[in-house]
């Protein structure tokens, strides 16, 4: 219950809406309020009463006034509900043929006959006092604008912070990537342009005079080759995808039979440097 309600005892303040065209209520937000189960049956009542306005002359647009709510569930969806915009006397004539034995009828009735008896006065007022409600509602909807303008300011402050630290985080990944390039880029040099086999990276990397199949242990307990089913030593797929390496499937060097054969590029060389410092 909001102060509204603890001060005039009705909840029917604290559903009041208001703009320039003046006060209005959401027959949607209605419903329970004035005791009905279901909005099938107030929106009955609502029709009733909207033919009862007719009849006696008046505008049902004017009191009672089909519109569109918009609904939003727990998911997060939003989905469109008919709704009627009513004025107290809307609201009024709607009620007529609801059970007045209703405590909720009854307290509706007497809400809105002393609303309507209220705004009846209020058009008796001096202009003066009308000037200033005008004035007032005019200072409210300021505030309101004003808010909403704060609102804005603060998700615009939230994003530029958010934009802030991304910056922050690419420049230090750029800065690391830069740093990795010079290292591969110092490298080349020693290591040649040409891709080089088991047998020659062996002693690149080494610098020991180190066989070509002690060379390969070491690489397939790294997880950079791998023996396939016909004993051939093959780089694994993710060397290939990043360039570190490459296979080719062509002829023995004694030209007796086609194999598999590996090579690494200079980016895989300065990989496989880095890993012999760093096991070594």
């Known amino acids: 219950m909001n102060d509204l309600t603890r001060a005039t005892g009705s909840p029917f303040d604290a559903l009041r809406h208001e703009d320039e065209r003046g006060e209005w209520w959401s027959a949607r937000e209605l419903v329970e309020p004035v005791g009905y189960a279901s909005w099938q ?3 009955a009542a609502i029709e009733r009463g909207r033919s009862a306005i007719a009849l006696d002359g008046g505008s049902p647009e004017s009191e009672i006034n089909p519109t569109v709510k918009i ?3 727990a998911r997060g969806e939003r989905r469109k509900l008919s709704d009627f915009r009513m004025t107290r006397e809307g609201v009024y004539a709607a009620l007529q043929g609801a059970d007045p034995n209703m405590p909720e009828i009854a307290a509706a009735w007497k809400y809105f006959r002393v609303r309507t008896r209220q705004a009846e006065q209020m058009a008796d007022l001096d202009p003066d006092l009308k000037v200033m409600r005008d004035l007032v509602f005019g200072i409210q909807q300021v505030r309101n604008e004003q808010d909403a303008l704060k609102r804005k300011q603060l998700e615009l ?3 530029q912070a958010d934009l802030t630290v991304r910056q922050d985080t690419l ?3 750029v800065k690391e990537i830069s740093a990795e390039l010079d290292a591969v880029k110092a490298l080349t040099p020693l290591v040649g342009s040409d891709e080089m086999t088991i047998r020659d990276a ?3 990397v080494t610098g020991q005079d180190m066989g070509q199949n002690t060379f390969a242990v070491w690489l397939r307990e790294r997880k950079v080759l791998f023996k396939d089913h016909n004993g051939f030593n093959r780089p694994f797929q993710a060397w290939v995808e990043r360039g570190w390496a490459i296979e080719s499937y062509e002829q023995a060097q004694n030209g007796t039979r086609m194999c598999w054969v590996t090579r690494f590029t ?3 060389i300065a990989k496989l440097n ?3 410092s760093d096991g070594n």
């Open 171 to 173: 420049a230090e990944d």
């Open 274 to 276: 880095q890993m012999w």
């Open 157 to 159: 402050d939230a994003r």
């Open 41 to 43: 049956k107030f929106s």
């Open 266 to 268: 200079a980016l895989g």
């Open 71 to 73: 609904a939003v569930n």
């Open 202 to 204: 062996a002693h690149a």
